[in-house]
């Protein structure tokens, strides 16, 4: 869980109320065409929050990009100049993300330490990951996803750290549902996240698993990591605090879209996992309506 006890205070230079606008618009737009996923949750927030929960988005999406352009100038000057803002609020040549970021940092006192651990997350990228074990994915997890996550309540509105624990335990789950969907992707940019010793474990490589997926070791091992997908969900339901159902109702709405990919890639393992919009609608709504528990 974070436990940071750094509260940003940035100061910034006053921008006309129609840069701001235009930058957030931006980030909205950003978000739309890049979050497959992550937009269906958001949408339920009222257009303030929305529109600073797509401003954290495209902040972590511009990183993301950088590492994998790889392009060895223009990669270590984003990350030099996001560290800057993160830290003092600073805005050299003010861009739209940084614009609206640095906007929502101070409107709800985002936490700095998360705000460095990740971007030092997604940098590490840029190095490659070999995994050895289940712990070191769910170190590197929460430093790419669970610190968005403390970002998140907060822009919710939860600023009294009840739910971080759930913040914790829900970026870890949705972080090994993108990996496990993400397998082949990654295999292409020359990354792995799987835990070595697992697949060790059942005679596989990563390789085996995308040129052999209907052998029987690789169905074993499918199921063993969709069922390490479920715990970790469980691990997040038994973590929910239920006083803030309503302000983490865009959460939920997440681990539903999320939660539904996994049982899909338990059916069907060797194919890319495709849901279509309205699938996605009815595992939100069935969740909000407690028709369905993604956390079971």
Not at 217 to 243: C, D, I, M, N, Y
Request: proline share 5%; aromatic share 10%.
């Amino acid at each position: 869980m974070f436990h940071g006890s750094t509260i940003l205070s940035i100061r910034m230079s006053p921008n006309s109320e129609q840069m701001l606008r235009e930058a957030y618009d931006y980030c909205i737009e950003v978000t739309r065409r890049s979050a497959r996923n992550f937009y269906y949750g958001i949408r339920l927030l009222r257009h303030e929050r929305f529109a600073s929960l797509c401003a954290l988005y495209a902040f972590c999406r511009e990183l993301d990009d950088a590492v994998d352009r790889a392009n060895p100038q223009e990669a270590p000057q984003l990350f030099s100049l996001r560290r800057q803002l993160v830290s003092s609020g600073h805005l050299t040549n003010p861009d739209k993300i940084g614009r609206a970021f640095a906007d929502t940092m101070l409107k709800y006192q985002l936490p700095q330490h998360a705000l460095h651990e990740l971007i030092d997350t997604i940098e590490s990228d840029s190095v490659g990951h070999r995994f050895e074990t289940m712990e070191e994915v769910r170190s590197y997890a929460h430093g790419v996803a669970s610190t968005v996550g403390f970002c998140s309540v907060r822009i919710f509105g939860i600023h009294d750290g009840g739910a971080d624990a759930f913040a914790e335990a829900l970026g870890i789950a949705l972080q090994w549902t993108n990996i496990l969907r993400d397998i082949e992707e990654d295999h292409r940019r020359g990354r792995c996240y799987l835990p070595q010793s697992e697949l060790r474990k059942f005679g596989l490589t990563v390789e085996d698993l995308l040129t052999n997926e209907k052998t029987e070791k690789a169905h074993l091992w499918w199921k063993t990591a969709v069922e390490q997908g479920r715990e970790l969900f469980r691990a997040a339901g038994r973590a929910f605090p239920p006083e803030y159902r309503r302000q983490l109702a865009p959460a939920l709405a997440m681990a539903a879209v999320y939660r539904m990919i996994l049982e899909k890639m338990a059916r069907q393992p060797a194919r890319p996992p495709h849901l279509h919009p309205i699938q996605k609608l009815l595992c939100v709504f069935t969740a909000l309506l407690r028709l369905w528990n993604p956390f079971r």
